[in-house]
């Protein structure tokens, strides 16, 4: 059963970042609104994202000074998204397809309006059974 769309669960107004600012500015922003990811936006619109994984993987474990390096060189260029009127189990199978656990939602202008995590479906999502016909959309399989 489809019922609930993706503006019911999105994180609306996600804070987001310029690549120009630091790793450090990045970290700071993700631990004070208490996220692992952020949207990195240019001058009209988002140009990748940051995670606090690509944070520690591609520079903190190869020795880069977060103070010094850009957010530029370290984000991801290709960022996934869906619209508020998305169902969930759509966003879901979206995740899948391109294997990653949160999208860009934008609004009916296109303008970017939240986010979409899977995490949070599942943690702000209190019936088991919607929860089930998620995850069965996430991973394509029947959940008992």
């Given at each position: 059963m489809r019922n609930r769309k993706v503006k019911e669960l999105m994180s609306e107004q996600p804070c987001t970042i310029a690549p120009d600012a630091t790793?450090?500015?990045a970290a700071r922003m993700m631990a004070n609104v208490d996220c692992g990811f952020l949207p990195v936006c240019g001058k009209s619109d988002v140009i990748g994202i940051?995670?606090?994984?690509?944070?520690?993987?591609?520079?903190?474990?190869?020795?880069?000074?977060?103070q010094k390096e850009k957010v530029l060189n370290y984000m991801t260029n290709e960022c996934f998204g869906c619209r508020e009127d998305d169902y969930l189990e759509d966003a879901?199978?979206?995740?899948?397809?391109?294997?990653?656990?949160r999208l860009i939602v934008r609004d009916a202008t296109g303008q970017v309006s939240g986010v979409?995590?899977?995490?949070?479906i599942l943690r702000r999502n209190a019936d088991a059974k919607e929860?089930?016909?998620?995850?069965?959309?996430?991973?394509r399989r029947e959940v008992a």
């Open positions: 790793l450090q500015e940051i995670t606090d994984r690509d944070i520690v993987i591609r520079a903190i474990s190869r020795g880069k000074d977060p879901a199978e979206k995740m899948r397809e391109h294997k990653v656990s979409l995590s899977f995490g949070g929860i089930s016909n998620v995850v069965k959309h996430a991973v």
